[in-house]
């Protein structure tokens, strides 16, 4: 059964989409089965995947509110899509993505309790989970519903964060989410890591660790509760470069990497741009694979 993986962080800019996509990418690559899941209304994981722009009203493809829509009629499977990358699937937005928090309200409601509202999502996953090896969950800027059913469907939870004060404050009140989420929906909410990203050097990142994160762990239950210390902290980092910040728009580092060396006749080009993307999103992979493994 696939390892389900929620990329979640309430602060938008942060690089959700861009860290889903790299790393199905890089699981791709190495022989993983995967499938996304896009819960944002806005679509950039969908337009990124599969080159339709779901912004323009346009994309015909059915997604995540018509599979919870079709919950109990129609398998979940009829509701993925392929990408136009091998061994990545996708599950996407559409135009009806911002009607799911309501439908999931009154499906639920309408089921007379025998369904909660935070496990709609899971309920579709779990009927497609033994065709994939892992499932990432890309989610909107916020804590709504669709983020919680998320965060209920996963394993486990990425939080990508930039190393700023108020990022750190963001990471505060994610983990006041899970808390609380736990609580109302009998769940646990399990942290995989915490990935830093537009970081500009790492002893810049190991000083500002240093600085703010030992006074969390003193003064925070929640950092103790989740276990957020230093080992949450993946050693792998995302740099602040322009080839990551396009790489929504390029699609995955790693595959352009790919055609890139292919078209220069398998020539080697010094690591900077797009390689220096596709090194850091292999390395960060690797690490969540392992934690992965572990955890099995």
């Not at 080009?269 to 960060?284: D, F, I, N, P, Q």
Request: aromatic content about 8%; hydrophobic content about 40%.
């Amino acid at each position: 059964m696939a390892y389900c993986i929620t990329v979640c962080m309430q602060k938008g800019g942060v690089g959700k989409t861009t860290l889903t996509i790299n790393l199905a990418a890089c699981m791709a690559k190495q022989g993983k089965k995967v499938l996304v899941v896009d819960t944002d209304q806005q679509g950039d994981l969908t337009s990124t995947a599969t080159e339709y722009s779901v912004s323009t009203g346009h994309f015909a493809k059915k997604g995540v509110y018509d599979m919870i829509h079709a919950h109990d009629i129609a398998v979940a499977a009829n509701y993925v899509s392929h990408t136009q990358y091998e061994n990545i699937d996708i599950i996407p937005a559409n135009a009806n993505t911002p009607l799911v928090p309501g439908l999931i309200e009154m499906s639920a409601t309408a089921s007379n309790g025998t369904i909660n509202k935070y496990e709609m999502l899971a309920l579709c996953l779990c009927e497609i989970a033994d065709n994939y090896d892992v499932i990432l969950i890309d989610t909107p800027p916020n804590q709504g519903l669709l983020v919680q059913n998320a965060l209920y469907a996963s394993d486990a939870v990425l939080i990508p964060i930039h190393s700023t004060y108020y990022s750190l404050q963001g990471l505060g009140e994610m983990l006041r989410l899970f808390f609380e989420l736990e609580k109302t929906a009998d769940t646990e909410i399990n942290v995989l890591g915490v990935v830093l990203s537009m970081v500009k050097s790492r002893v810049a990142m190991n000083d500002w660790l240093q600085d703010n994160l030992d006074e969390k762990m003193r003064d925070n239950e929640l950092y103790k509760h989740f276990g957020i210390d230093e080992t949450k902290f993946f050693k792998s980092t995302i740099s602040n470069n322009q080839a990551i910040v396009e790489g929504e728009i390029m699609g995955p580092a790693i595959f352009n990497v790919s055609d890139k060396r292919k078209s220069m006749g398998g020539k080697k080009k010094r690591e900077t741009g797009v390689y220096k993307a596709a090194s850091e999103y292999m390395s960060l992979c690797d690490e969540i694979l392992a934690k992965i493994g572990e955890e099995d």
